[in-house]
Nanobody, 123 residues
């Protein structure tokens, strides 16, 4: 069983900063990708940033340069540092972990979502 736990979030003023954390625990053989997504009211969930096991990262265009994803592989944890926050960054932020588990003796890839955390950017 795999759990994905998200922490951080909250209320911040425009141009402020926040840091989110996401830890994957449980019977994990390896982790392929960990990523952050967000969903604003009335909108579809969108990718914010992702980090692969090979340390490559990708960002949505609107977050590049303001958000930084980093990973502590030893702790199966990924972080999202968000700077220069704007009101339009207000959303529920989710973490998704794509992992390899051993299922019936075979390596199997599965993905798991953490609970969302609310980020509100407002003065």
């Amino acid at each position: 069983q795999v759990q994905v736990e998200v922490s951080g979030g909250g209320l911040v003023q425009p141009v402020g900063s926040l840091r989110l954390s996401c830890a994957a625990t449980g019977n994990i053989f390896s982790i392929n990708t960990m990523g952050w997504y967000r969903q604003a009211p009335g909108k579809q969930r969108e990718l914010v940033a992702s980090s692969t096991s090979g340390s490559s990262t990708s960002y949505a265009d609107s977050m590049r340069g303001r958000f930084t994803i980093s990973r502590d592989s030893a702790k199966n944890t990924v972080y999202l540092q968000m700077n220069s926050l704007k009101p339009e960054d207000t959303a529920v932020y989710y973490c998704k972990a794509t992992v390899v588990i051993i299922e019936r003796g075979l390596k199997t890839q599965r993905y798991y979502w953490g609970q969302g955390t609310q980020v509100t950017v407002s003065s």
